[in-house]
Structure formats: C-alpha cells, structure tokens
C-alpha cells in the first residue's frame, strides 16, 4: 500500500511539474547583436521548431515539433551509428512518443512532409560542424534515447544544439518543460533565422528497436 502511495504521489509530482512549467517562463527574449553565420558547404547542423499555429484546429491544439538535422554538403559519405549519410543528403532526428517507440527517431519530418504536407512555416537555424563533432552527436542519442513529457522533442533537440555551439549562440533553457513556442522565441533573437528549410533530400524514416535500424511505416 505504501509502494502504491509512493508512485501515485510521483506521478502527481512529475504531472504538477510538467503542467508548471507549461504555465511558467522565467526566461527573457532580448534581441541578440550575435548572427549566427554557416556556410553552404561541409556538415551544416540545424536546429528546425515549428509552433504549430497553422495546424491547430478549434478544441483541438497543435503544440508544435522540434528538431535536428544534419546535411552533408561534402563530397564523402559520413556515419551516424551505422547509417550511411551520403553526399548532398540530410538527416533529421528527434525524441518522438512512437507507438512503436518512445525515443529517437530519424527522417519522420520529412516523411510527414511528403505525405501529409507538414511542417510549414518551420523556422530553423544553422551552423557548420566538423566530422568529429558527429562522435558528440552519435554519444547524444545513446544517452538520450527516450521521450517523456518533459523530455519531448524540444528538450531533445535543444540540448543537442547547445553542446555543438559556441556559449553566445546556445539556446534558452529553464527547469522543467520545453516547448517548441519557447525555443521559437529563443530561436527568433538570433540573426540568421530561415523559414521553410528544404528537407527534400532525406531518405526514409527509421529507428533502432533492440539496436537494430528499422524503417518506420508512417500512415498518410
């Protein structure tokens, strides 16, 4: 009976924390001087939020999407775990509430895109990397291979971001919830922000059930 009373209590805990930091920014947005400038060439990483504004119906809210991408503008393939990432092709990733996974999934934006037109309006950020920084990332998703309400994938996506930048260009964080409104504010202080990035190049979705890559059948 204790053991019962001691879950329903940390359940009701992590639900009062969530929903307070819903409700709660103790964040500032001043405008930043800082442009954060990346060339067209190498490995370019993007920090992509959509606040889902546009996909929102009456009664029924859309709280938007957060995540990363890498695209590979070299002229060699690279890796990420064991997926090969070819010249001129982009990879997306992010922490996703799957019924068939509750963790990192990669290329489901761009598969929502191409079947249901998704995603527009999205707003992203960009920086070049260096091939060693992929160890950083490949490391990341290890670690932080789950998704929980208050590690969605906006948590996912800007933590990733703020260990590949300089200090200057690192997101907003607070305590408890991230929300794709949120890093869209933090995003917007910053020079450089495009809308609409292309993610035409991307294969298919997949994840790694059990260590294993698995496409991932999405429905229209």
């Known amino acids: ?35 954060i400038e990346c060339e067209d060439t190498g490995l ?11 996909e929102s119906a009456f009664f029924v809210p859309c709280l938007g ?9 070299t002229d060699k393939s690279v890796y990420i775990k064991d997926y090969e990432l070819k010249p001129d092709e982009m990879l997306t990733m992010s922490a996703w509430g799957l019924d068939t996974h509750f963790g990192v999934a990669f290329n489901v934006e761009p598969a929502c895109m191409r079947l249901n037109g998704r995603y527009e309006g999205r707003i992203s950020l960009s920086v070049n990397i260096k091939e060693e920084d992929l160890e950083i990332i490949e490391e990341f998703i290890e670690s ?13 996506s800007l933590k990733l971001w703020n260990l590949l930048v300089d200090e200057k260009f690192r997101m907003k964080t607070q305590i408890t919830t991230y929300t794709p409104h949120r890093l869209e504010k933090s995003m917007l202080r910053f020079e450089g922000v495009q809308t ?12 790694y059930p059990d260590g294993i890559r698995t496409e991932l059948e999405l429905c229209q």
């Open 65 to 73: 999407h957060a995540w990363v991408a890498i695209d590979n503008r």
């Open 1 to 35: 009976m204790k053991l019962i009373f001691k879950l329903i209590t940390a359940v009701l805990l992590a639900a009062a924390l969530t929903l307070g930091g819903l409700m709660t920014d103790y964040n500032t947005y001043e405008k930043s001087e800082d442009r």
């Open 44 to 54: 370019v990483f993007s920090l992509v939020c959509f606040n889902g504004e546009n």
């Open 196 to 207: 609409n990035i292309d993610m035409s190049r991307c294969g298919n979705a997949f994840y």
């Open 144 to 156: 932080d291979d789950y998704w929980a309400p208050a590690h969605n994938c906006t948590t996912w």
